[in-house]
């Protein structure tokens, strides 16, 4: 491997998201998914057995409401002279069968790291890894991410709030105009999304809705006067396109009990985290 201070380690966290069965081992199964995409020809390939260490690291119940239970696993990855690990890797690896095996509502998502050097940054390295995978997009069934994406985007970083705080922030918000689509049968969230996907375009926003400019205005000023916020100010908007992205990705990603809690590796020593 070369000398001592050369060798350098990478994290990764896989969590597996099912609509629960019983007797269904679900930790035992994201595990032994991490493990099969780790040594997938088009990631590390079936050599590299010797320089991971897989284990489970905690499950999340279903909630009773038929939503997934579900659970996360954890690798330490010894770097290789064929290079980094990359979540491009480990997307390809996962990308070809396992997405037709998920039913609706499913999904597996993974977290890749940078690479380390020391054995006091591995915990770094694991909660880099944790996060990464909690900013891959909701509504694929099979995603990685690697600490890039952390930084692409500020609304990537919503998916690090735990999940109660979204959901409160989304509801506290939201609430008073899905109460008025309800009782009177209209749409102002849906015109709500189109404005701002459209940039606050009256125009395009009009036509992508096939509504007239002024029954479009109306729609903002009910908006406006149920929410007691406004369209033309920035720090408004920003608030209305946080509280749509929290609603759209349903409270997952850091919430759930799971990624936080210790584990244990069984076929490979690493230095203690």
Known sequence: MGPEDSVRWQAVSARLDVRPAPGFPVGTAVRDLLEEVLLHPHCLGAGAGQRI???????????????????????FVLVGEDGDLTPEAVGRAAGGSLPRALRAGERLSFGVSAPVGEAADLRHALAEAR??????AASDPVAACGPEDLAAHVMSLLALLPADVRRSFSRRLLSPLHDYDRRYRSDLVPTLRSFLEHEGSWARCGEA??????????????????TGRSLTRLEDKMDFAAALRMEGDGGGGAGGGVGTGPVAFTHLTVPAV
């Open 53 to 75: 260490a897989v284990a489970p690291a905690g499950e999340a119940g279903a909630s009773g409401n038929g939503d997934p239970a579900g659970a996360e696993a954890v690798a």
């Open 209 to 226: 809705l096939h509504l007239h400019v002024n029954s479009l205005r109306y729609r903002i000023g009910r908006i406006e006067a149920l």
């Open 131 to 136: 996060n990464a995978r909690r900013v891959t």
